[in-house]
């Protein structure tokens, strides 16, 4: 088949079937109209989204600009018959050649409207006045929209189209992309349509990858199950499994075959977890174990004073600030510099002051970028005592 004659025979990005230009030909030939195979994927958190499609432009030939011409003309408003297999009522492609598919690896969310895990084809109805529709439907191998069988539809959503900048190629991509969801859109000549894909139970289904992965060779490192249980506190989902997790990393995560470690670090995974569950106590008395350790330095302890002030808890964090002092007295720097800002939440100027003075006295050199916000820290108290 020459050019001219495949000029012809796709002249519209809806025209019919060549069968030695399909992908799935029996010898490797360009794709029919000179429409290239495409494919984008994206991934929200576990879930992975492919779109496959072929990628008409609106030149074509090239010296055929049909700028203009492509909505309500090349690509028909409404369902229409396009002169090919059984089906007289037809929706768009969403592309060219073979149909358009979209392939999700897990369970999601479309517009609102859940959608299982599989491929589905991808079609458009376009409408002259009204929201468009995208079309997802389970028969998705076929070419183009010709074997378009609606009770086979499995969802419809409505989507309103807008003007975009000039686009040659048919694209399809993905944009607005957050942990849990992410847009979806195509884009062709001045036009854009999109769907919203949410992954709504997104840290679920990662909790479920983690709960596996510590079944295997990722279980014999203490430090994974630390990581694992803290992943569960911050996101609050599968708490008691999570201070499971959180004991294994300081005791044993596999008998007899690995070892667990009880450090400051494991010991504040693990009081994190208590404090999600609404056990505080616990979770004090987890720590108050923690900044004792004979491996805990003078930093870590001021670390989780400061976290603590920045909870809301001034009084508990001037315990720590002080205990501190107390634990490793040859520091003068991390034990002054809890004191200085505790004593500044709790109202002490004097005591804050003080402290300040001796901060700037002991500055370590990692910390001497530092030096401006201190002394203006200290400026401030001066000027309003």
């Not at 490797?28 to 429409?35: C, Q, R, S």
């Not at 299982?116 to 009204?130: C, I, N, R, S, W």
């Amino acid at each position: 088949m020459n050019r001219a004659i495949a000029g012809c025979l796709f002249a519209l990005c809806t025209a019919g079937p060549s069968a030695s230009a399909q992908i799935h030909s029996e010898i490797a030939l360009p794709p029919n109209g000179d429409n290239q195979r495409a494919e984008v994927s994206q991934w929200v958190g576990l879930v992975k989204i492919t779109i496959a499609y072929h990628s008409p432009r609106v030149h074509f030939p090239v010296s055929n600009d049909r700028t203009g011409h492509i909505w309500g003309e090349l690509v028909k408003f409404g369902l229409f018959d396009d002169g090919f297999g059984p089906v007289r009522a037809t929706p768009w492609r969403a592309g060219a050649n073979e149909t358009t598919t979209i392939n999700f690896s897990h369970d999601v969310q479309i517009e609102g409207k859940r959608l299982e895990a599989g491929t589905y084809a991808l079609f458009v109805e376009l409408q002259k006045d009204g929201p468009w529709t995208w079309i997802f439907n389970s028969k998705w191998e076929g070419w183009g929209s010709f074997q378009y069988d609606s009770m086979k539809n499995v969802l419809r959503v409505a989507a309103t189209p807008h003007e975009a900048p000039f686009t040659e190629f048919l694209t399809y991509g993905f944009e607005e992309r957050l942990p849990n969801s992410a847009v979806a859109f195509l884009q062709w000549e001045n036009k854009r349509i999109s769907f919203k894909i949410d992954v709504p139970n997104v840290n679920e289904l990662y909790v479920a990858q983690i709960r596996k992965d510590l079944e295997a060779w990722p279980g014999f490192n203490y430090q994974n199950w630390a990581q694992a249980a803290l992943f569960a506190a911050s996101n609050k989902i599968d708490l008691d499994e999570a201070l499971f997790w959180a004991n294994k990393a300081i005791y044993e995560p596999f008998r007899g075959a690995a070892a667990g470690v009880e450090d400051f670090s494991t010991l504040q995974i693990k009081a994190a977890v208590l404090h999600a569950m609404g056990r505080d106590a616990d979770a004090d008395t987890t720590m108050d174990h923690a900044v004792r350790l004979p491996s805990t330095n003078a930093r870590g302890v001021y670390q989780y004073g400061a976290s603590l002030l920045a909870s809301g808890r001034a009084a508990r964090a001037m315990t720590v600030f002080k205990l501190n002092q107390v634990l490793h007295p040859d520091d003068k720097f991390w034990t002054s510099l809890g004191l200085a800002r505790g004593y500044a939440a709790t109202g002490d100027k004097k005591g804050a002051i003080a402290n300040w003075e001796i901060v700037l006295r002991n500055v370590p050199p990692a910390q001497r970028g530092n030096v401006p916000f201190f002394e203006k820290a200290l400026q401030a108290l001066r000027e309003n005592r």
